[in-house]
Nanobody
Framework: QVHLVESGGGSVQAGGSLRLSCAAS????????MGWFRQAPGKEREGVAA????????FYADSVKGRFIISQDKAKNTAYLQMNNLKPEDTAMYYC?????????????????WGQGTQVTVSS
């Protein structure tokens, strides 16, 4: 069975940092895309960042480029999202997701597996 387990959410002040982690099963992780998505109340779910687990290619939404970094530890089947210089508009529920290799890795509807989410709240 596929399990995606997120951790690392919390509450921070604007300008602070958080690191999110997403642990997956080895079968799901290998040869896949791992993505981070977020959804604020009353808003659509949006792609934040993604990584090809096989070759470390990364992808970012324009809104987080230069502030967020996605990375992985393949030995631990874990993807990370380092979030720096957080802003109040980053406040959302953050979800990790997994899929076979995707040509559009920031499109949520293409992903097969989803975690339960971890809340990130940024205050001004």
């Amino acid at each position: 069975q596929v399990h995606l387990v997120e951790s690392g959410g919390g509450s921070v002040q604007a300008g602070g940092s958080l690191r999110l982690s997403c642990a997956a099963s080895a079968d799901t992780y290998s040869g896949a895309c791992m993505g981070w998505f977020r959804q604020a109340p009353g808003k659509e779910r949006e792609g934040v960042a993604a990584i090809y687990t096989s070759n470390d290619n990364t992808f970012y939404a324009d809104s987080v480029k230069g502030r967020f970094i996605i990375s992985q530890d393949k030995a631990k089947n874990t993807a990370y999202l380092q979030m720096n210089n957080l802003k109040p508009e980053d406040t959302a529920m953050y979800y990790c997701a997994a899929a076979p290799l995707l040509t559009s890795p920031l499109v949520a509807s293409l992903y097969y597996y989803w975690g339960q989410g971890t809340q990130v709240t940024v205050s001004s």
